[in-house]
């Protein structure tokens, strides 16, 4: 059987510590289930994939988004960035935490098809 | 038949009146058509978890959302809230609506993996 | 085999320009690669079923609104506005883009629940 899948759409960085951390709350509880998740970070989440940032972001009464990231990517999780949204922030490849990939709409929307569920924050 | 089922997270509370009532439209009208539906309150959304909170949220051209909430429940729509979320609130147990089931994030997973649609508002 | 298909529901006008044209970017690929996609446009997003309103909305590094929404047009894409929404801003028929259809819950909830992926932008 294949396995579930579950796709976590991140549209707030630093400005939202909240809207930023509960994805990787959620993208680790679906990792410990032995889900397949992919986050796709778009507008401001894109902020996320830039090395040391998540340390400057924390929201009351959660774990760490440093070491929600830490353990999502320890447990195979997948992170994809949207092309445009780094360009016009310009965050370049070598800001960029290793193995994040990054992807234009039609890799969104195929890993959106392809999942059980999908979550956009 | 399994039933059709449909989860609705809600991130918005009265600081969006619109944000807050369009998501129990949605639920309502989802339970009107024999779906089980679970509203999932997360963020400044805990706030619709408080007693009488819903009553001071108006957005206008829409039913009232007090009056949403209470036909939510009538017809059998099952509402939960974050734990953490509403812990960096300081809402406590004594404060919430009857029925307000509070969850970790294991729950919302699964609550999401197991539904035909997944809305977050 | 049926086709597969895409619900995008939009929430963002002109006030967040990204997150008013990610979506549609997003709508057409998956026009591109054969599925069927309905936009639903709800608060402030009901604002881009305004003629001529999307040619003022520019996100940096993204292809104009205005041309995405043609484009969206043209590949067979429905868009739905919610209707308490159009009111509440004022909207009326006479000053929306030909096609786009005027909706209640119970349709969004039809559309949401008959697709492979909703997205909530």
Not at 31 to 57: F, N, P, R
Not at 80 to 99: F, H, Q, W, Y
Request: charged content about 20%.
């Amino acid at each position: 059987m294949d396995r579930q899948k579950m796709v976590i759409i991140v549209t707030h960085g630093g400005e939202d510590p909240e809207r930023a951390t509960i994805p990787f709350v959620m993208a680790n509880a679906a990792l410990a289930t032995e889900m397949d998740v992919t986050v796709i970070l778009q507008t401001t989440g894109t902020w996320l994939a830039v090395k040391d940032y998540a340390s400057h972001v924390r929201a009351d009464a959660f774990p760490s988004l440093d070491q929600l990231m830490k353990d999502f990517k320890e447990m195979g999780g997948k992170m994809l960035a949207c092309v445009p949204c780094l360009k016009s922030r310009n965050i370049t490849e070598d800001m960029l935490i290793e193995g994040t990939r990054q992807v234009a709409a039609g890799t969104v929307v195929t890993e959106a098809s392809s999942a059980n569920a999908t979550l956009t924050y």
